[in-house]
């Protein structure tokens, strides 16, 4: 999607808060993703790290704050509204649709998009990354593994050719050499200079591969910047460890 | 209720068998007490006897309405039999007194059985399928004794030169039993049938009322509440719920055989979607799951109705039209409004 | 022996072809939103009458009376969401389900009575027939008939295209299938519920036309037909569409079979009995997939 604003970032999040019903889960978090940059969030589970993502797609309400995407505000829009906006979101557990074809999943994913020819490209470009999908197009999502879920839901992501990609625990539930499949993918998402902004639980499983980092800790961000600080830094045993 | 009070008070007083620890049941006892008031002084204040068919009415629809939200606001069956439910009651109250002649003091309970006996099969059959299928199934089979009522043409007995169904057919019964207050009252007849009609109402409140504060009461507030909880604790949702559309279909039934027996006559009219829509209107405009909701909703609902008589033809229409309406713009109904207007003023004083 | 065997064959089938076009409506809204529109014999009505206009009122050619009467089915469809699903799904939140069967049955009765006040209580004959019959052996299949089976099976049958290979259609699907996931792909969601519920009004409308053509036109017309199509969703389980069509195909030949040997009344009773039977032999219907209840 070409860019008309020029902006240098991506996608920007302003001391936002929001929760279901109860106490706030997010707790006024700000953060910026930089075009053609990874930007990791770590933390332990169940502290809120989905619900920034499912708050930033607008599945979850916000309660306060602002979010821009390349500078324009989105947080009043309706869900389907900010995917229009650019936000491709990747949500934990893949939400594919379990009786439609892997191809017709994956052009869903381009349900925006107007232009046959362009949906036709980002198609052979999902099947070039992934070609696991190409072999498995006409199966139905229900029948497939794991990891070629998890995959469906990637190329999904990518399908809708958004400004930012947000994946939510690309690595949950997955054995150990899916995982490494999956992350060889991101790997090769970031050599193409696709802005990211990427939930994990493990620092270490992305440590690599990001630009910036934050360290998320029941419902703020406790630390933030570049991978090789945090990996010595005392915060994560903390939040690790119960803090 | 909050999942968390209620997984430390409710499962403890089920097991002792007291009701909930809560003050509700003080206000309920007062509430009561300026209705039964109420409704006492009415027969010394009101000289017409339209009105007070009107009341006695208003009281048969309070009755069906407050079984009909004892299994669907309480127990979450939502049961489209409810009318079908009276219908038996009172047509077997009418049929054995008219084939047996039965005093109508005993066909009116008998009835009563029978609804209940009906209900436990109707139950038997939909209670294991989830909250649609119910709705269904309930319909299809209320539909269906309807349509063999009205289609029965047989005749079963001449009566001079006219053809009898066994059924009544598309007529119905008439004049087979009167609770005697003709006899006993003479010109003062319909307080004493206001007065009978008025203890079934009453009979029917109090069993309500026990059922909900009872332990199987505790058991569907559980279910409604926290159905995962509930289930783990022992509660079986299908048993439970069997008791209560039995229990329920006994008084709806004996309302039924009062209603019969009041008016003289019964026929498949009853089972009109006018006359179920009526009572879930009822239901919904007073609040779904509320004691006095129905109670409320029935005095209102009959007022409105009143008032719609003047338009004929427009009546059902409008009963539509406020059932759409309170369902979308009352969700809680009048129950719920008048509690959130309470706890307004409170915090405000 | 033959002759019978031929009248309840062409009823079995012109019976099968209505039921299974009033549950494709029925069953389509309730896959697409969990939303059981009680509403639906209304909607049946409301296009009966909507051809009647048409064609005698308005003078129209009876294909365009046909297609006002899925027009008047649609708009009907499109403002039950405006005025009241839209505003249930925000409010009702869990209680929708519920919520949305009364609201509706309070609709269903209205719309009734309107078309009582509109028309008057005399049945009406609906123009739309087609003269003559088919000899086969000693029987006869008459031409309406014939044709209530093709248009029936035409307008399923670009309902199914409609559904499964426009984009549309791809939308629908995804909603039904995963909320969340469709509005994260941008769809609206809101706007697809509104497509799908004007969507089955149309099918209710036309289907409201063919089984007048057979009967009468009168308020209740769709009375009947919506009671067999919730059968027909019990026995193969709502929002399954092919199912819902085999047995109003199959329940259908039962039900004809039962009217010739024991007589009209006893036709649906013993329908109901067996499908009362089915369900508890099967609690998730005949073709369901034993769905894990959500708790």
């Given at each position: ?8 970032v991506?996608?920007a999040l302003k001391d936002?808060?929001?929760?279901y019903?109860?106490p706030?889960?997010?707790?006024g978090v700000?953060l ?6 990874i930007?990791t969030?770590v ?5 809120g790290?989905s619900t ?13 704050g602002?979010i821009?995407a390349?500078g ?5 829009h ?8 650019g936000?491709?979101?990747?949500p934990?557990?893949?939400?594919l649709?379990p009786?439609m ?6 052009r ?7 232009d046959a ?5 980002r198609?052979?470009?999902?099947f ?8 498995r197009r006409?199966?139905v999502a ?8 998890r995959?469906v839901g ?9 400004q930012?990609?947000m994946?939510d625990?690309p ?6 050499l899916?995982i490494e499949q999956?992350y060889?993918?991101?790997?090769r ?9 990427l939930?994990e639980e493990?620092?270490?499983r ?5 630009d910036?980092m934050h ?7 406790v630390?933030?910047g570049?991978p ?7 915060e ?6 119960g803090? | 209720?909050s ?6 008070e ?16 003080t206000r309920d ?8 008031a ?5 027969p ?5 006897r339209?009105?007070m068919?009107?009341i ?7 009755s ?5 939200n ?15 439910i009276?219908?038996?009651g009172?047509?077997g ?12 003091w ?6 009563a ?10 139950g038997l ?7 649609v299928?119910?709705?269904?199934l309930?319909?299809a089979?209320?539909q269906?004794?309807?349509l ?6 047989e005749?079963?007995y001449?009566e ?12 119905g ?10 006899e006993?009252?003479r ?9 009978i009609?008025?203890a079934g109402?009453v ?6 009322w026990?059922i909900?504060?009872s332990p199987m009461?505790?058991?569907?507030k559980?279910?409604?509440?926290n159905p995962?909880y ?14 209560v559309f039995a ?5 709806t039934?004996?309302?039924?055989g009062?209603y019969?027996v ?9 089972f009109s ?13 007073g ?25 004929g033809?427009?009546?059902t229409?409008?009963l ?18 008048a509690g959130?207007?309470?706890k307004?003023?409170?915090s405000k004083? | 022996?033959l002759?019978?065997?031929?009248a309840?064959?062409t009823?079995?089938l ?7 076009l ?6 389509l809204v ?7 529109n009680m509403a ?13 206009t048409g ?6 050619p ?7 009467a899925?027009?008047?089915g649609?708009a ?5 969401h405006?005025l009241v ?14 919520a949305?069967m ?14 009582l006040?509109?028309?008057?209580g005399?049945p009406?004959?609906q ?13 006869a ?21 409609l559904?499964?290979?426009t ?10 299938q995963n ?8 769809v609206?969601v809101?706007?697809?519920?509104l ?7 149309a ?5 409201g036309?063919?089984v007048s053509s057979?009967t009468?036109?009168t ?22 569409l092919?199912?819902a ?12 079979a ?5 007589g009209?009344?006893w036709?649906?009773?013993?329908l109901?009995l067996?499908v009362i039977a089915?369900l508890?032999w099967r ?6 997939r ?5 708790l």
């Amino acid at each position: 999607m070409p860019d008309p604003t020029g902006a240098a970032v991506a996608l920007a999040l302003k001391d936002v808060r929001a929760g279901y019903g109860g106490p706030d889960v997010l707790k006024g978090v700000s953060l910026e993703v930089p075009r053609g940059c990874i930007v990791t969030v770590v933390g332990p589970n169940g502290h809120g790290k989905s619900t920034l993502l499912r708050t930033v797609s607008g599945l979850t309400r916000l309660r306060g704050g602002r979010i821009l995407a390349l500078g324009a505000e989105i947080q009043d829009h309706a869900a389907h509204r900010r995917a229009a906006a650019g936000i491709a979101h990747v949500p934990q557990g893949d939400l594919l649709f379990p009786d439609m074809t892997v191809l017709e999943n994956l052009r869903m994913g381009a349900y925006l998009e107007r232009d046959a020819a362009q949906e036709k490209r980002r198609l052979d470009e999902v099947f070039a990354l992934l070609p696991r999908l190409a072999e498995r197009r006409t199966q139905v999502a229900a029948s497939l593994s794991g990891g070629e879920r998890r995959m469906v839901g990637i190329g999904r992501g990518l399908m809708a050719g958004g400004q930012v990609l947000m994946l939510d625990e690309p690595s949950l539930g997955l054995a150990p050499l899916v995982i490494e499949q999956i992350y060889e993918v991101i790997a090769r998402l970031r050599e193409q200079g696709r802005t990211i902004l990427l939930v994990e639980e493990n620092p270490a499983r992305v440590a690599e591969l990001s630009d910036v980092m934050h360290l998320f800790d029941d419902g703020e961000i406790v630390w933030s910047g570049a991978p090789d600080d945090l990996m010595n830094r005392e915060e994560l045993l903390a939040t690790y460890l119960g803090g | 209720m909050s999942d968390a009070t209620l997984s430390a008070e409710a499962p403890a007083a089920a097991a002792a068998g007291l009701p909930a620890a809560d003050r509700s049941w003080t206000r309920d006892l007062a509430i009561g007490l300026v209705v039964l008031a109420i409704a006492a002084a009415l027969p010394f204040l009101i000289d017409s006897r339209y009105v007070m068919g009107q009341i006695i009415l208003a009281l048969v629809w309070a009755s069906v309405a407050v079984q009909w939200n004892l299994i669907f606001g309480y127990a979450g069956i939502f049961s489209l039999a409810q009318m079908a439910i009276f219908a038996i009651g009172g047509y077997g109250c009418a049929m054995l007194s008219h084939y047996f002649g039965w005093s109508v003091w005993v066909s009116i309970p008998a009835g009563a059985g029978g609804a209940m006996l009906a209900s436990m099969v109707m139950g038997l059959a939909c209670l294991r399928l989830s909250g649609v299928y119910v709705a269904l199934l309930t319909y299809a089979i209320a539909q269906v004794i309807y349509l063999l009522i009205v289609t029965d043409t047989e005749c079963f007995y001449y009566e001079g030169a006219s053809c009898r169904q066994l059924t009544g057919g598309a007529t119905g019964f008439a004049r087979f039993g009167s609770f005697g207050t003709r006899e006993w009252l003479r010109g003062d007849w319909i307080m004493g049938n206001y007065g009978i009609v008025l203890a079934g109402f009453v009979l029917t409140l109090l069993m309500s009322w026990f059922i909900i504060r009872s332990p199987m009461g505790l058991a569907f507030k559980a279910l409604r509440d926290n159905p995962a909880y509930a289930v783990a604790r022992g509660v079986n949702r299908f048993h439970t719920q069997l008791l209560v559309f039995a229990l329920s279909a006994f008084f709806t039934g004996l309302t039924g055989g009062l209603y019969a027996v009041h008016f003289q006559a019964i026929g498949p009219d009853v089972f009109s979607m006018t006359n179920l829509l009526f009572v879930l209107a009822i239901v919904v405009v007073g609040g779904v799951g509320t004691f006095w909701g129905p109670v409320a909703g029935a005095v209102l609902l009959m007022l409105a109705d009143e008032a719609m008589r003047e338009t004929g033809e427009f009546r059902t229409l409008g009963l539509g039209l406020i059932i759409a309406a309170a369902t979308v713009l009352l969700p809680k109904g009048l129950a719920g409004l008048a509690g959130d207007l309470a706890k307004r003023l409170s915090s405000k004083g | 022996m033959l002759d019978v065997v031929v009248a309840v064959v062409t009823t079995a089938l012109t019976n099968g072809a209505l039921y299974a076009l009033a549950t494709i409506g029925l069953s389509l809204v309730w896959g697409s939103m969990g939303m059981l529109n009680m509403a639906h014999g209304g909607l049946l009505a409301l296009g009966g009458y909507a051809a009647y206009t048409g064609s005698v009122q308005l003078g129209l050619p009876l294909p365009l009376a046909i297609v006002f009467a899925m027009l008047a089915g649609a708009a009907m469809g499109a403002l039950l969401h405006l005025l009241v699903v839209r505003q249930l799904l925000r409010s009702s939140g869990a209680g929708f389900e519920t919520a949305v069967m009364i609201a509706t049955v309070g609709i269903s009765i209205a719309l009734q009575n309107a078309l009582l006040l509109l028309y008057g209580g005399q049945p009406l004959g609906q123009p739309f027939d087609v003269p003559g019959s088919i000899p086969v052996g000693a029987g006869a299949v008459p031409w309406l008939n014939v044709t209530i089976v093709l248009v029936s099976v035409g307008v399923m049958a670009a309902a199914s295209l409609l559904i499964a290979r426009t984009k549309m259609g791809r939308a629908i699907r995804a909603t039904a299938q995963n909320r969340d996931a469709a509005l994260l792909m941008g769809v609206p969601v809101q706007r697809v519920y509104l497509q799908v519920l004007a969507l089955s009004g149309a099918l209710a409308g036309i289907c409201g036309v063919l089984v007048s053509s057979i009967t009468q036109l009168t308020p209740t017309l769709g009375a009947d037909p919506m009671l067999k199509a919730f059968i027909m969703c019990v026995v193969a389980g709502l929002g399954n569409l092919p199912g819902a069509i085999a047995a109003a195909f199959g329940l259908a030949l039962v039900e004809a079979a039962m009217q010739f040997a024991a007589g009209a009344r006893w036709g649906f009773p013993t329908l109901l009995l067996l499908v009362i039977a089915i369900l508890i032999w099967r609690p998730a219907g005949l073709f369901g997939r034993a769905r894990i209840q959500r708790l």
